[in-house]
Nanobody, 121 residues
Framework: QVQLVESGGGLVQPGGSLKLSCAASGSIFSIYTMAWYRQGPGKQRELVAKITRGGSTNYADSVKDRFTISRDNAKNTVYLQMNSLKAEDTAVYYC???????????????WGQGTQVTVSS
């Protein structure tokens, strides 16, 4: 069994900052790309940022220069530092990881349960 558990969401004022964390645990052989997605009210889920095992990153245009994704491979954890938050960043944020479990050769996609981020004054 593999689990992704997010933490760090909450309510923040416009212009504020939050840091999300997502820890993978369980029968893990190797973790490849890790990513953050979000789904705002009435919107489709969208990619926010992703990071490869080697540290290469990609960001949605809407969050470039405000959000930073990072990972600690020793802790099987990915982070999302969110600065200069705007009302339109309000969403449920989901952690995603491509993982090879110890129980199989194929890679599988895993998702966290989501954490709410609300940006409001």
């Amino acid at each position: 069994q593999v689990q992704l558990v997010e933490s760090g969401g909450g309510l923040v004022q416009p212009g504020g900052s939050l840091k999300l964390s997502c820890a993978a645990s369980g029968s893990i052989f190797s973790i490849y790309t890790m990513a953050w997605y979000r789904q705002g009210p009435g919107k489709q889920r969208e990619l926010v940022a992703k990071i490869t095992r080697g540290g290469s990153t990609n960001y949605a245009d809407s969050v470039k220069d405000r959000f930073t994704i990072s990972r600690d491979n020793a802790k099987n954890t990915v982070y999302l530092q969110m600065n200069s938050l705007k009302a339109e960043d309000t969403a449920v944020y989901y952690c995603n990881a491509v993982i090879q479990p110890t129980t199989q050769i194929q890679l599988s996609d895993y998702w966290g349960q989501g954490t709410q981020v609300t940006v409001s004054s």
